[in-house]
């Protein structure tokens, strides 16, 4: 079993950047691959990034190529989001979760994520 607790949330103008951390409890965290999902208000949770146990491995959705970079240090049993040239549309809450199976398999979908933290958010002013 493992617990996850995000932080890094705030406020920011659009272009701005954040670093979202996702500390995990626990010596299992380098036998899980990690995701990184969002939910604004009214509306679905979805898929951003998604990094596989060794960190060789990741999935981006297309509406963050190129600006949110994800990252993970198994010595420290964390998990980065590093966001960039932000978007009032990125504005939600930002979930860390953790999956075990085939990376590839279901990666982007929330139903394969066993564990979740509780969420940090964040919000772009325009």
């Known amino acids: 079993q493992v617990q996850l607790v995000e932080s890094g949330g705030g406020l920011v103008q659009a272009g701005g950047s954040l670093r979202l951390s996702c500390a995990a409890s626990?010596?299992?965290?380098?036998?899980?691959?990690m995701g990184w999902f969002r939910q604004a208000p009214g509306k679905e949770r979805e898929f951003v990034v998604a990094?596989?146990?060794?960190?060789?491995?990741?999935v981006y959705d297309d509406s963050v190529k190129g600006r949110f970079t994800i990252a993970r240090d198994n010595a420290k049993h964390t998990l980065y989001l590093q966001m960039n040239n932000l978007k009032p549309e990125d504005t939600a809450v930002y979930y860390c979760?953790?999956?075990?199976?085939?990376?590839?398999?279901?990666?982007?979908?929330?139903?394969?994520?066993?564990?979740w933290g509780q969420g940090t958010q964040v919000t772009v002013s325009s």
């Open positions: 626990g010596r299992t965290f380098s036998s899980y691959h």
């Open positions: 979760a953790a999956k075990q199976g085939p990376f590839y398999s279901g990666s982007a979908y929330k139903g394969t994520y066993e564990y």
């Open positions: 990094i596989s146990w060794d960190g060789v491995n990741t």
